[in-house]
């Protein structure tokens, strides 16, 4: 399913949701990034957990080489998950998400193609994912997803090595995805939907970036 269709029912906000210039357009991901996520849960039932680096699409692939039955025994729509998928529409925010959040920060990228990244993220949710120690303002950054030029970027503020389940950073990332979202029309039936912008944790330890990868 495209996402443009999800997006039906909070165009009319998205329209008039203008985002912020961007603050961060000399940056590329090189000023930031250490590396891709490592990725950190169960596989096999009743096997160890492995960890496993890359982008959440890569790793994924990763998860189904080694188990092709992981979607029904451990992935977000088996009997054994304890997560539950955000649709991408305004509904009630769970408790990792929070209000501090700006659209001033990035460039823009497709909705659509960090739509398809926050899919991939909620399809590894049973594991964990994690971000180097940094410090604010100079966080270590890692890449979760990168689709089309359009990433989703997990960043440590803290000096400890930051470990959090992955449906958390999709749940971050459909927040900034929501709430930052500008569409242009390009006539007739077709319009584009761009986003970027920056989401911190309650206790400002980490934050989540959607940016250029």
């Known amino acids: 399913m495209k996402l443009s269709s999800i997006f039906t029912c909070v165009l009319a906000g ?26 950190t849960g169960q596989v096999i039932p009743g096997d160890a957990a492995v960890s496993i680096t890359g982008t959440a699409e890569e790793i994924y692939k990763q998860i189904i080489g080694m188990n092709p039955n992981y979607d029904k025994e451990l992935g977000l729509n088996s009997s054994n998950s304890t997560v539950k998928r955000r649709a991408l529409e305004l509904i009630e925010k769970r408790a990792p998400t929070s209000n501090d959040w700006t659209c ?5 990228v497709n909705a659509e193609s960090i739509g398809a990244g926050v899919r991939y993220l909620y399809s590894i949710a049973n594991g964990d994912c994690s971000a180097p120690p940094g410090k604010p303002g100079a966080g270590g950054c890692t890449l979760s997803s990168c689709n089309s030029g359009a990433g989703i970027f997990l960043c440590n503020d803290s000096s400890n090595t930051l470990h959090t389940a992955c449906f958390i950073v999709a749940d971050n990332a459909v927040e900034v995805l929501i709430n930052c979202q500008r569409s242009t029309y390009n006539g ?24 250029r990868c």
């Open 14 to 39: 998205a329209i008039t949701s203008a985002a912020f210039p961007a603050e961060d357009a000399g940056r590329t991901i090189t000023d930031f990034v250490t590396s891709t996520i490592t990725w």
């Open 188 to 211: 007739g039936n077709s319009w584009t939907t761009n986003t970027h912008g920056q989401i911190f944790s309650t206790d400002r330890s980490w934050n989540v970036i959607l940016n």
């Open 104 to 108: 001033a920060y990035g460039n823009d």
